[in-house]
């Protein structure tokens, strides 16, 4: 393969035009011929620009309302003819085909299309075909053709050709071969999924994901991997849409940790009060409603103020100042919030390895996803789990009913035990949970955890019986066996949220009006694993 390739003649043809004038400027003036298509060639000939029409080297009009105008052997040929093979420069001569040393495309915005709810037909219209065709012929000859499909790219173009005497070399033509190879598999992905949704294919054939570069994290999971940071392009508040305002650079688990921290958050609406949830990998260590923001802050760091240092913070409205200042006292890696006050930024502004990261609001919990987990030689996906339950869905099975204040600290264990590891157990009191037991291979093994938990934070806050008393308890998934919904009475539980559908259900029930509490079914599971 050729090493240094001279830039003589380019085509230029995008639906953004962002640069294209100063890019097109600057290539006239290292005495490059444009050619160029529609409303393209108009812009670069209204700025004053020598611009030659596709449809003038091709000898056809553009027709069929555009589809049909870069789709012909010259501009084809001149893209993959290979300079170094007589036969090619031979069929080039015969047929009057011009060598493209340079190719500028980006492509119509499907993906802004169907983010705005178009209907079918428009996003149709809005799926390129010359384009995605243009750079693959240019990409495959990188061996002598630039390929550019990013307006980020056009000042290292411009850099290259000075570097080079205008001509750019073969490592920097694979470079930007395989960035537009991304971009066309993103594209087809884009559409793909597009249309798997609107006709209603829940398990297409094939399945492709895509994403766009956003950092090189410093390691992954631990120091001796390798990670980075994509964004998926939707326009879902959460981590990847963020704005950090100060701290060093996020690395891997807290990218994980603040995800899982604000997606908790979010479940609780803030028309309903502020609330805040603490993550530490990955599970909440306390996450609580209160009066005010500090409030709820306080009451979720009560629940466990051990494992909440260095941990991850998320409120569900703008951080404040008291908030801050409270937050402040102990050592924490992220808060994320839908905004913060200047008085807050100052205040952690003197805490320079705090990084604060706001948004534009809540994910919103009701919203359809995919999630996807690469798994050995394949991969799994499914819908993400949005599942609600209100008071209406809820089935009391014990003769004691729950009391009004019961099924309100019911219902907010419930939605903290959808973000726990399996097995989860969640202590709840006065909309704060007090005990958590995540992850475990037994549900006795969780009950007993957050027992323990809200044992040791009593003795911690010297108050004279564990957290757990008078508490309600959420269950991931049913009780096997009445055992662990026995440890949860003995630790001072007085209700039970679970999911029910056990082959022993009627033990439990029996277990549980045994033992004087309430219990209620949801129907529904939140396995997290």
């Known amino acids: 393969m050729t090493n240094l390739a001279p830039l003589r003649r380019a085509l230029l043809s995008v639906s953004d035009k962002t640069g294209l004038i100063d890019l097109g400027k600057a290539l006239a003036a290292r005495g490059v011929e444009l050619l160029s298509t529609g409303g393209s060639a108009a812009a670069l000939r209204d700025a004053g620009l020598d611009v030659r029409d596709v449809a003038d080297v091709t000898g056809f009009p553009e027709m069929m309302d555009g589809r049909v105008k870069t789709l012909h052997p010259v501009v084809h040929g001149?893209?993959?003819?290979?300079?170094?093979?007589?036969a090619h420069v031979a069929a080039m001569d015969e047929h009057n085909i011009g060598e493209i040393d340079l190719l500028v495309v980006n492509l119509y915005p499907f993906e802004e299309t169907v983010a705005k709810g178009a209907d079918f037909d428009a996003c149709i219209e809005n799926i390129d075909i010359g384009g995605p065709a243009m750079i693959r012929s240019a990409a495959k000859n990188h061996a002598f053709v630039n390929v550019i499909t990013d307006v980020q790219d056009y000042d290292?173009?411009?850099a290259e050709l000075d570097a080079n005497d205008g001509q750019t070399t073969l490592a920097f033509r694979q470079r930007l071969a395989?960035?537009?190879y991304g971009r066309t598999a993103a594209y087809d992905t884009a559409v793909s999924t597009w249309m798997a949704g609107a006709i209603a294919l829940d398990t297409p054939r094939r399945r492709s994901i895509a994403g766009t570069y956003q950092q090189t994290m410093r390691y992954g999971e631990n120091s001796h991997q390798s990670a980075a940071f994509y964004n998926d392009g939707t326009d879902r508040q959460g981590v990847a849409t963020a704005v950090q305002h100060q701290g060093k650079e996020l690395s891997y688990n807290n990218i994980n940790d603040t995800d899982a921290a604000f997606e908790l958050v979010a479940e609780f609406d803030p028309a309903d009060g502020p609330a805040v949830a603490i993550i530490k990998h990955a599970n909440p260590s306390g996450v609580a409603r209160g009066a005010t923001l500090v409030e709820a802050y306080t009451n979720a760091f009560d629940c466990d103020r051990t494992s909440a240092f260095g941990g991850i913070v998320a409120l569900n409205m703008p951080l404040d100042e008291a908030t801050a200042k409270a937050i402040a006292e102990i050592f924490t890696e992220v808060v994320i919030a839908p905004g913060a006050s200047d008085a807050a930024r100052a205040v952690f502004a003197t805490k320079k390895n705090l990084r604060l990261l706001t948004t534009d609001g809540l994910p919103?919990?009701?919203?359809?996803?995919?999630i996807m987990k690469q798994v050995a030689g394949g991969m799994l996906v499914q819908d993400k789990d949005v599942g609600h339950v209100a008071l209406d869905d809820l089935k009391v099975v014990t003769k004691v009913k729950p009391t009004d204040a019961q099924m309100a600290d019911l219902l907010f264990a419930w939605k903290v035990a959808k973000h726990v590891k399996s097995n989860a157990i969640v202590y709840v009191k006065d909309s704060a949970t007090v005990g958590v037991?995540?992850?475990q291979m037994s549900r006795l093994d969780s009950a007993l955890i957050a027992a323990q938990k809200a044992e040791r934070?009593?003795?911690?806050m010297?108050?004279?019986?564990?957290?757990?008393?008078g508490s309600a308890v959420a269950s991931d998934a049913f009780f096997p066996f009445a055992d662990g919904l026995l440890e949860a009475a003995a630790a001072g539980a007085t209700c039970v949220i679970q999911p029910g559908g056990s082959m022993r259900d009627d033990e439990?029930?029996?277990?549980a009006d045994e033992a004087g509490i309430a219990m209620v079914f949801t129907g529904m599971r939140h396995f997290r694993h």
């Not at 001149?78 to 007589?86: C, I, K, S, V």
């Not at 934070?457 to 911690?460: D, G, I, P, T």
């Not at 439990?508 to 277990?511: E, G, P």
């Open 78 to 86: 001149g893209l993959l003819a290979r300079r170094d093979l007589p």
């Open 457 to 460: 934070m009593a003795s911690a």
């Open 364 to 370: 919103d919990p009701k919203a359809p996803q995919t």
């Open 178 to 180: 395989q960035t537009a």
């Open 437 to 439: 037991g995540a992850g």
């Open 508 to 511: 439990v029930i029996a277990a």
């Open 156 to 158: 290292a173009l411009l």
């Open 462 to 469: 010297e108050l004279p019986q564990s957290l757990a008393i």
